[in-house]
């Protein structure tokens, strides 16, 4: 089965063979493709990432306006393909079977199944009608359509559906005789065309993004090239996502979701048994629902797993064997903890003035210091408790004003929380 990189460089065009010019700066391979393709490659131990030159503000708005008008055509054009129509009652009627949840779909759970046997009926007399009327016909579809137009899909589902209904074959079967839905299917065609060089035009120069980020969790218990390919399942929810109305860079606005995707996938499979994250969760909250039993049981099973094996055949005692089997990297949490939350702020620190410096790790208990209150800080330092707390409060400030601090405290924040939008 091709990575996901390697899907991605078959459908952006980029050329199978790269052309490699030799060891750049840093160790690292730069070079450029002999197909379409005109960026350069980064060569690593485990990754080949094709790159391109970073784009423009304006050309960033400009492909942002394409793929969001895409989707309002998509939105339009999906149900009223037979094929996309069918995609919708396959659905509805996996959802109401309950083998599939939709959390876009759960206020219409009610309605759900009676609006599928509608659906149903109108497909079925459209197609007995297409041959006597084909008006009729178009009608009574089109009132199906607009009932399917009352479901929501997540901008990654109505992309895929559409995606699949564009590349399979035209025939619609009794219902192929209706000429708006074979102009609807012509027209999603080439949207999703459109959509799709706009979307790599988006995401290939902003590889760079997934790679920094890679690298900041790496080693943390995951290899670094399934590490990038998480990162790009993030970078492709930004980019259905992007709203270029709002003046925010692209890249600005991946880097959240490129951090969430990687973070998620280290807190799912970075351990040897899965602990889900409402859990985890949970056991970090002080008002906690769990009871000491279950959180005892909940660390049990995060602790090292133990495997039990039979001895070796040539072994007469016929011995068992048991091996602590560790996670294979350290927790996300600890990570932060050990390392780059302390790093952070110590070099937060830096900025401050010495009588700013010395209030906070008074206040907070930094250095070895205890955590003393306002007024054994003023005492110390000969100045009044007012006083002593308008000097906490503009240090704050100014290290809220970090935004390397602020980086390391949102992916402590965040860890374990996925972002659904």
């Given at each position: 089965?091709?990575?996901?990189?390697?899907?991605?460089?078959?459908?952006?065009?980029?050329?199978?063979?790269?052309?490699?010019?030799?060891?750049?700066?840093?160790?690292?391979?730069?070079?450029?493709?002999?197909?379409?393709?005109?960026?350069s490659?980064?060569?690593?131990?485990?990754?080949?990432?094709?790159?391109?030159?970073?784009?423009?503000?304006?050309?960033?708005?400009?492909?942002?306006?394409?793929?969001?008008?895409?989707?309002?055509?998509?939105?339009?054009?999906?149900?009223?393909?037979?094929?996309?129509?069918?995609?919708?009652?396959?659905?509805?009627?996996?959802?109401?079977?309950?083998?599939v949840?939709?959390?876009?779909?759960?206020?219409?759970?009610?309605?759900?199944?009676?609006?599928?046997l509608?659906?149903?009926?109108?497909?079925?007399?459209?197609?007995?009608?297409?041959?006597?009327?084909?008006?009729?016909?178009?009608?009574?579809?089109?009132?199906?359509v607009?009932?399917?137009?009352?479901?929501?899909?997540?901008?990654?589902?109505?992309?895929?559906?559409?995606?699949?209904?564009?590349?399979?074959?035209?025939?619609?079967?009794?219902?192929?005789?209706?000429?708006?839905?074979?102009?609807?299917?012509?027209?999603?065609?080439?949207?999703?065309?459109?959509?799709?060089?706009?979307?790599?035009?988006?995401?290939?120069?902003?590889?760079?993004?997934?790679?920094?980020?890679?690298?900041?969790?790496?080693?943390?218990?995951?290899?670094?090239?399934?590490?990038?390919?998480?990162g790009?399942?993030?970078?492709?929810?930004?980019?259905?996502?992007?709203?270029?109305?709002?003046?925010?860079?692209?890249?600005?606005?991946?880097?959240?979701?490129?951090?969430?995707?990687?973070?998620?996938?280290?807190?799912?499979?970075?351990?040897?048994?899965?602990?889900?994250?409402?859990?985890?969760?949970e056991?970090?909250?002080?008002?906690?629902?769990?009871?000491?039993?279950?959180?005892?049981?909940?660390?049990?099973?995060?602790?090292?797993?133990?495997?039990?094996?039979?001895?070796?055949?040539?072994?007469?005692?016929?011995?068992?064997?048991?091996?602590?089997?560790?996670?294979?990297?350290?927790?996300?949490?600890?990570?932060?903890?050990?390392?780059?939350?302390?790093?952070?702020?110590?070099?937060?620190?830096?900025?401050?003035?010495?009588?700013?410096?010395?209030?906070?790790?008074?206040?907070?208990?930094?250095?070895?210091?205890?955590?003393?209150?306002?007024?054994?800080?003023?005492?110390?330092?000969?100045?009044?408790?007012?006083?002593?707390?308008?000097?906490?409060?503009?240090?704050?400030?100014?290290m809220?004003?970090?935004?390397?601090?602020?980086?390391?405290?949102d992916?402590?924040e965040?860890?374990?929380?996925?972002?659904?939008?």
């Amino acid at each position: 089965m091709k990575s996901l990189l390697q899907q991605m460089k078959d459908r952006a065009s980029l050329g199978s063979r790269f052309k490699l010019k030799g060891r750049g700066r840093y160790g690292i391979d730069e070079g450029t493709s002999q197909g379409e393709f005109k960026g350069s490659v980064l060569s690593l131990s485990d990754l080949e990432i094709p790159t391109e030159k970073l784009l423009t503000r304006k050309e960033e708005r400009t492909l942002g306006l394409k793929i969001q008008n895409g989707f309002r055509r998509l939105r339009k054009l999906l149900p009223e393909t037979v094929g996309g129509y069918r995609r919708y009652m396959q659905q509805m009627a996996e959802v109401n079977a309950g083998s599939v949840t939709l959390v876009a779909w759960f206020p219409l759970r009610e309605r759900i199944e009676e609006d599928l046997l509608t659906a149903t009926r109108k497909l079925t007399h459209a197609e007995r009608l297409i041959r006597r009327s084909p008006r009729r016909a178009l009608q009574v579809f089109h009132s199906g359509v607009e009932i399917l137009k009352g479901y929501p899909l997540d901008p990654e589902s109505r992309f895929q559906w559409s995606r699949t209904i564009a590349h399979q074959d035209a025939d619609q079967g009794p219902l192929r005789g209706l000429s708006r839905a074979q102009k609807a299917l012509r027209i999603l065609r080439r949207t999703i065309e459109i959509m799709e060089g706009a979307r790599d035009r988006l995401v290939l120069p902003n590889f760079r993004l997934i790679l920094k980020e890679v690298f900041r969790y790496h080693p943390s218990g995951m290899k670094r090239s399934d590490l990038f390919q998480e990162g790009i399942l993030g970078l492709h929810k930004a980019v259905f996502r992007f709203d270029p109305s709002r003046l925010t860079r692209f890249s600005t606005y991946a880097t959240y979701w490129i951090r969430q995707a990687i973070r998620k996938a280290l807190i799912d499979r970075s351990r040897l048994i899965r602990v889900p994250q409402a859990v985890q969760e949970e056991l970090r909250n002080p008002e906690t629902h769990l009871s000491s039993q279950e959180i005892q049981r909940v660390r049990r099973i995060m602790r090292d797993a133990v495997s039990i094996s039979a001895g070796d055949d040539d072994d007469p005692e016929d011995r068992l064997t048991l091996e602590m089997i560790g996670d294979r990297g350290p927790a996300v949490n600890e990570m932060l903890h050990v390392g780059a939350i302390p790093g952070a702020v110590a070099r937060a620190l830096a900025y401050l003035d010495p009588r700013e410096r010395e209030v906070i790790r008074r206040r907070f208990g930094l250095g070895g210091e205890n955590n003393q209150t306002l007024e054994e800080i003023g005492s110390i330092l000969h100045l009044s408790r007012e006083r002593i707390r308008q000097i906490q409060t503009d240090a704050l400030k100014k290290m809220r004003r970090i935004q390397a601090l602020q980086d390391v405290y949102d992916d402590l924040e965040g860890e374990g929380t996925e972002e659904e939008r």
